[in-house]
């Protein structure tokens, strides 16, 4: 970064940042060779691959199509499970020298609660987790918590219970209310 670093810099849901530049969840693979700081140049924090409470296959298939105004995709949260993560991931992730959130699958209370648990077990290693509310509702109808107000409070709540640590929450662009999703969060914790 050219300049006076020091302009970019901020506090971020309990975290310093260099910078505002925020690498989104899935994008950023765990290649030691890409977590370096030349790489990393002018990003303030990263935002890791979904991790869930068990391994997940993710989906079968085309992932990505092309559109005319750009992509979408439909990777299904492939990863190797929050204790893969713990013994593979989190070593690449620390090495960035740079703050990260570890993105934690909402699927069901039990399971996310569970993989906060076992995340907590390292809290001193781990900066901040984002809860991904974009994620289908298991234990009910099937749609993302982030849907509605209602779902979104109470899928933090159950992480609030489960992780002591700066909570960052994935809300859906889907939700009627967004902005009534994104309050609830707020107020949750």
């Known amino acids: 970064m050219t300049g006076r670093p020091d302009l970019m810099a901020s506090t971020v849901g309990g975290l310093p940042l260099s910078s505002p530049v925020v690498i989104a969840s899935g994008v950023w693979p765990y290649d030691p060779a890409l977590w370096t700081a030349d790489r990393l140049e002018g990003v303030g924090a990263l935002s890791t691959k ?50 990260f959130l570890v993105n ?42 982030g849907m509605t107000a209602r779902s979104t409070a109470k899928a933090v709540a159950v992480a609030r219970r489960s992780w002591d640590g700066p909570l960052w929450v994935k809300l859906t662009p889907q939700a009627p209310d967004l902005a009534g999703a994104a309050r609830a969060a707020e107020a949750e914790g």
């Open 50 to 99: 979904a991790v869930s409470l068990a391994p997940r296959a993710g989906n079968l298939g085309t992932r990505v199509w092309e559109t005319p105004c750009g992509m979408l995709n439909s990777i299904g949260l492939q990863n190797g499970g929050v204790r893969d993560f713990m013994e593979r991931g989190l070593p690449v992730a620390e090495s960035a020298g740079r703050p």
């Open 104 to 145: 934690v699958v909402m699927e069901s209370e039990g399971e996310v609660s569970e993989c906060l648990a076992i995340l907590g077990g390292q809290r001193e290693r781990i900066p901040a987790v984002e809860l991904n509310v974009s994620c289908p509702n298991v234990d009910g109808d099937g749609m993302a918590w």
